[in-house]
Protein backbone atom coordinates (compact mmCIF):
# COMPACT_ATOMS: atom_id res chain seq x y z
CA UNK A 1 0.00 0.00 0.00
CA UNK A 2 1.40 3.16 -1.08
CA UNK A 3 1.87 6.05 1.70
CA UNK A 4 1.45 9.58 1.50
CA UNK A 5 4.54 11.17 0.88
CA UNK A 6 4.25 13.49 3.38
CA UNK A 7 3.82 11.10 6.11
CA UNK A 8 6.36 8.56 4.61
CA UNK A 9 9.31 10.97 4.83
CA UNK A 10 8.23 12.45 8.61
CA UNK A 11 8.51 8.33 9.85
CA UNK A 12 11.71 8.13 7.90
CA UNK A 13 12.98 11.12 9.57
CA UNK A 14 11.51 9.78 13.34
CA UNK A 15 13.11 6.11 12.58
CA UNK A 16 16.23 8.29 12.32
CA UNK A 17 15.45 9.84 15.65
CA UNK A 18 14.86 5.92 17.30
CA UNK A 19 17.82 4.90 16.27
CA UNK A 20 19.91 7.60 17.33
CA UNK A 21 18.21 7.28 20.78
CA UNK A 22 18.64 3.40 20.66
CA UNK A 23 22.84 4.14 20.07
CA UNK A 24 22.77 6.88 22.90
CA UNK A 25 21.28 4.43 25.12
CA UNK A 26 23.38 1.55 24.28
CA UNK A 27 26.32 3.76 25.08
CA UNK A 28 25.59 5.06 28.20
CA UNK A 29 24.11 1.88 29.27
CA UNK A 30 27.57 0.24 28.62
CA UNK A 31 29.54 3.08 30.09
CA UNK A 32 27.52 2.52 33.39
CA UNK A 33 28.43 -0.98 33.15
CA UNK A 34 31.77 -0.32 32.81
CA UNK A 35 31.41 1.84 35.59
CA UNK A 36 30.10 -0.36 38.02
CA UNK A 37 26.52 1.02 38.13
CA UNK A 38 24.67 -1.99 37.41
CA UNK A 39 21.21 -0.61 38.31
CA UNK A 40 21.75 2.11 35.46
CA UNK A 41 23.00 -0.48 33.18
CA UNK A 42 19.88 -2.58 33.50
CA UNK A 43 17.44 0.03 33.06
CA UNK A 44 19.36 1.76 30.32
CA UNK A 45 19.67 -1.76 28.35
CA UNK A 46 15.75 -2.29 28.92
CA UNK A 47 15.35 1.44 27.12
CA UNK A 48 17.89 0.24 24.11
CA UNK A 49 15.91 -2.44 23.52
CA UNK A 50 12.23 -1.14 23.47
CA UNK A 51 14.34 2.14 21.03
CA UNK A 52 14.79 -0.80 19.04
CA UNK A 53 10.84 -1.84 19.03
CA UNK A 54 9.92 1.73 18.72
CA UNK A 55 12.52 1.95 15.55
CA UNK A 56 11.21 -1.67 13.88
CA UNK A 57 7.86 -0.79 14.29
CA UNK A 58 8.76 2.74 12.03
CA UNK A 59 10.58 0.52 9.54
CA UNK A 60 7.63 -2.38 9.13
CA UNK A 61 5.44 0.68 8.56
CA UNK A 62 7.83 2.42 5.79
CA UNK A 63 8.15 -1.04 4.34
CA UNK A 64 4.41 -1.40 4.20
CA UNK A 65 3.56 1.97 2.71
CA UNK A 66 6.21 0.73 0.22
CA UNK A 67 8.72 3.46 0.60
CA UNK A 68 12.84 2.79 1.19
CA UNK A 69 13.77 3.37 4.82
CA UNK A 70 17.40 5.43 5.65
CA UNK A 71 18.71 3.70 8.34
CA UNK A 72 21.27 6.04 9.21
CA UNK A 73 21.26 7.25 12.33
CA UNK A 74 20.61 10.91 14.01
CA UNK A 75 23.79 12.20 15.80
CA UNK A 76 24.16 11.20 19.12
CA UNK A 77 24.97 13.58 22.42
CA UNK A 78 26.08 11.26 24.77
CA UNK A 79 27.33 12.44 28.00
CA UNK A 80 30.16 12.06 30.19
CA UNK A 81 29.35 11.76 33.59
CA UNK A 82 26.45 10.35 35.11
CA UNK A 83 23.93 13.47 35.62
CA UNK A 84 25.26 15.02 32.07
CA UNK A 85 24.43 11.18 30.68
CA UNK A 86 21.00 11.18 32.31
CA UNK A 87 20.02 14.80 31.11
CA UNK A 88 21.37 13.93 27.44
CA UNK A 89 18.67 11.21 27.85
CA UNK A 90 15.92 13.55 29.20
CA UNK A 91 16.65 15.69 26.29
CA UNK A 92 16.71 13.43 23.50
CA UNK A 93 13.28 12.22 24.98
CA UNK A 94 11.80 15.57 24.64
CA UNK A 95 12.66 16.15 21.30
CA UNK A 96 11.29 12.12 20.52
CA UNK A 97 8.00 13.57 22.51
CA UNK A 98 8.02 16.90 20.20
CA UNK A 99 8.71 14.97 16.88
CA UNK A 100 5.96 12.35 17.41
CA UNK A 101 3.47 14.82 18.38
CA UNK A 102 3.73 16.42 15.31
CA UNK A 103 4.08 13.18 13.49
CA UNK A 104 0.63 12.18 15.03
CA UNK A 105 -0.62 15.58 13.85
CA UNK A 106 0.31 15.41 10.65
CA UNK A 107 -1.04 11.47 10.48
CA UNK A 108 -4.55 12.40 11.43
CA UNK A 109 -4.37 15.28 8.56
CA UNK A 110 -4.06 12.51 6.24
CA UNK A 111 -6.05 10.27 7.40
CA UNK A 112 -3.31 7.77 8.07
CA UNK A 113 -5.09 6.48 11.59
CA UNK A 114 -2.38 3.39 11.73
CA UNK A 115 0.58 5.43 11.55
CA UNK A 116 -0.95 7.64 14.12
CA UNK A 117 -1.93 5.09 16.75
CA UNK A 118 1.53 3.39 16.43
CA UNK A 119 3.15 6.92 17.25
CA UNK A 120 0.58 7.45 19.72
CA UNK A 121 1.89 4.40 21.63
CA UNK A 122 5.14 5.32 20.96
CA UNK A 123 4.69 8.44 22.84
CA UNK A 124 2.57 6.83 25.42
CA UNK A 125 6.31 5.45 26.20
CA UNK A 126 8.14 8.22 26.14
CA UNK A 127 6.42 10.26 28.52
CA UNK A 128 5.16 7.81 30.79
CA UNK A 129 8.06 5.44 31.05
CA UNK A 130 11.03 6.80 29.53
CA UNK A 131 10.92 10.67 30.22
CA UNK A 132 9.20 10.06 33.61
CA UNK A 133 12.11 7.66 34.57
CA UNK A 134 15.08 10.07 33.75
CA UNK A 135 12.92 12.92 35.39
CA UNK A 136 13.17 10.72 38.62
CA UNK A 137 16.46 10.34 38.87
CA UNK A 138 17.31 13.47 38.19
CA UNK A 139 15.21 14.66 40.99
CA UNK A 140 16.47 11.79 43.11
CA UNK A 141 19.98 13.19 42.74
CA UNK A 142 18.91 16.48 43.86
CA UNK A 143 17.28 15.40 46.91
CA UNK A 144 19.86 12.78 48.12
CA UNK A 145 22.99 14.05 46.43
CA UNK A 146 25.25 12.91 43.72
CA UNK A 147 27.67 10.27 46.05
CA UNK A 148 24.31 8.94 47.51
CA UNK A 149 22.81 8.21 44.04
CA UNK A 150 25.81 6.60 42.80
CA UNK A 151 26.25 4.42 45.63
CA UNK A 152 22.17 3.37 45.40
CA UNK A 153 23.04 2.26 41.85
CA UNK A 154 25.99 -0.11 42.40
Not at 46 to 65: G, K, N, S, V, Y
Not at 113 to 140: F, V
Request: with cysteine; aromatic share 8%.
Amino acid sequence: MQGQAEVVEYLKDLLRGELAARDQYFLHSRMYQDWGFSKLYERLNHEMEEETEHADALLQRILFLEATPDMTPKAIQPGATVPDMLRADLKLEYEVREALSKGMTLCEKHKDYISRDMLGLQLKDTEEDHAYWLEQQLGLIDRVGLQNYLQSQA
